[in-house]
């Protein structure tokens, strides 16, 4: 069965240098989304996220640039593979474009995702943006 994948973005009033170093800072992930956050900016290191419901690794970092995870939740049962995100950070005149690649879901789960990053991720870095 395919599996599911989601690509979203959001425009954040702020240089794409900020929004890159607050996703992986540890206390400026948890303020800027609301959930406790235990990350840093190396690759080969694990990460949790939202009071641990979120876990995955660093796979690749490019500097103010792009960001690929893997990624689980607690929802996630045992046999489930890891999905994998994406994240891209894109200059623009008035801030950045924040986009999500986030595929290898199982099948059906894109769309809860899909809310979860609009609800737990991204209406909460507007507010802490002041966008």
């Known amino acids: 069965m395919k599996k599911d994948e989601i690509i979203i973005s959001v425009e954040l009033p702020v240089l794409p240098e900020?929004?890159?170093?607050?996703?992986?800072?540890?206390e400026r992930h948890t303020l800027m989304t609301g959930g406790e956050a235990q990350i840093s900016a190396i690759v080969g290191e694990q990460f949790t996220a939202w009071d641990d419901y979120i876990n995955g690794e660093n796979l690749e970092i490019e500097e103010n640039k792009r960001i690929l995870q893997t990624w689980r939740t607690s929802e996630f049962e045992d046999h489930y593979e890891d999905s994998q995100l994406e994240i891209t950070f894109t200059k623009m005149a008035d801030g950045t474009?924040?986009?999500l690649n986030h595929t290898n879901l199982e099948p059906g789960d894109g769309e809860k995702y899909s809310n979860g990053w609009q609800m737990h991720y991204f209406e909460p870095m507007k507010e802490f943006y002041g966008s």
Do not use: I
Not at 18 to 26: I, M, N, P
């Open 18 to 26: 900020v929004v890159f170093a607050d996703w992986l800072d540890s």
């Open 97 to 99: 474009r924040l986009t």
